[in-house]
Nanobody, 124 residues
């Protein structure tokens, strides 16, 4: 049973940066496509980014527009999301998730394992 734990969230001013990390226990992340999603109160869950097992394929949500970078370190069993140029619209709970598919996917139903989420708040 793979358990995912996100970290790195917090409060930041507009224009600032945060680095989120997703760590796994009970299994190895190297077998999974790992994605990041976010969900703000009253809004639907939104795809942020995903990376394949080897890191050779990456996809981002349309709103990212070059501000975020997803990466993985399979030796450390972690996947990171570097977020730059944050704005108040990025305020949300960010979740990492793992999928056994072999291609990047933005469909949340393809992800079986989910973390508890980490809050990101961007002040104006």
């Amino acid at each position: 049973q793979v358990q995912l734990v996100e970290s790195g969230g917090g409060l930041v001013q507009a224009g600032g940066s945060l680095r989120l990390s997703c760590a796994a226990s009970g299994g190895t992340l190297r077998s999974f496509v790992v994605g990041w999603f976010r969900q703000a109160p009253g809004k639907e869950r939104e795809f942020v980014a995903a990376i394949t097992q080897s890191g050779n394929m990456i996809d981002y949500g349309d709103f990212v527009k070059g501000r975020f970078t997803i990466s993985r370190d399979n030796d450390k069993n972690t996947v990171n999301l570097q977020m730059n140029g944050l704005n108040p619209e990025d305020t949300s709970v960010y979740y990492c998730a793992a999928s056994s598919v072999t291609h990047v996917t933005d469909q949340s139903q393809n992800y079986f394992y989910w973390g508890q989420g980490t809050q990101v708040t961007v002040s104006s």
